[in-house]
Nanobody, 123 residues
């Protein structure tokens, strides 16, 4: 019912910024919980950030808090991840994810996934 497509990855120097975008389509695109995950080579996929259906509640992993900002524009059916003060350890494939619902809970799995976009931070 929901499709997600992320974009905006690329190569950036340490200390720089990058903004990822995730387009959401489907009849209930606005009634979704959205999340960002990332996976580095040889590492497990890890949670980065999430946002509830209205954009009023946001959640961040400790490793990115204060540097990354998640937001959504439901009129445009788009979720963003603004990444500032990037570090080499932020290098990973970033995935956008969605599930039907209103509120984020850590134990509720995401059911729709994008294809991933590569973020590389050079030193």
């Amino acid at each position: 019912q929901v499709q997600v497509v992320e974009s905006g990855g690329g190569l950036v120097q340490a200390g720089g910024s990058l903004r990822l975008s995730c387009g959401i389509s489907g009849r209930r695109a606005s009634t979704t919980v959205m999340g960002w995950f990332r996976q580095a080579p040889g590492k497990e996929r890890e949670f980065v950030s999430a946002i509830n259906w209205s954009g009023g509640s946001t959640y961040y992993a400790d490793s990115v808090k204060g540097r990354f900002t998640i937001s959504r524009d439901n009129a445009k059916n788009t979720v963003y991840l603004q990444m500032n003060s990037l570090k080499p350890e932020d290098t990973a494939v970033y995935y956008c994810a969605a599930r039907d619902g209103l509120h984020y809970y850590a134990d509720r799995p995401f059911t729709y996934w994008g294809q991933g976009t590569q973020v590389t931070v050079s030193s």
